[in-house]
């Protein structure tokens, strides 16, 4: 019994205000619904739909591209026509050439 009343303990840790605050951090850092993992969790995951975001964004304004594109001559249709969806005219022959599979 007398050696637990010989340990020193320093002041600052009989204080109630230290005690509070550093129980207030635990319980926030660890033991709260939204502790630190959670948080970490949310801003990576907001990070990578802001990055989503960005790219929807910039699909959005090449379709939007590719439709004024359409829009202006007929010319440009048909070579829409030919080059993405592979159309053809009645009196001609399509041939497409695609590339080995690489091993």
Do not use: H
Not at 47 to 72: G, R, V, Y
């Amino acid at each position: 019994m007398s050696s637990l009343k010989s340990i020193k303990v320093p002041p600052f840790l009989k204080n109630f205000f230290f005690i509070t605050g550093c129980s207030f951090l635990i319980w926030i850092a660890f033991l709260d619904k939204t502790n630190l993992m959670y948080q970490y969790q949310f801003r990576s995951e907001e990070k990578k739909l802001e990055a989503q975001k960005d790219f929807f964004i910039n699909e959005i304004k090449k379709t939007k591209e590719d439709q004024q594109e359409l829009l202006s001559s007929p010319e440009k249709q048909e070579k829409f026509a030919r080059e993405k969806y592979f159309m053809k005219r009645d009196d001609e022959d399509l041939f497409i050439l695609t590339p080995a599979p690489q091993q």
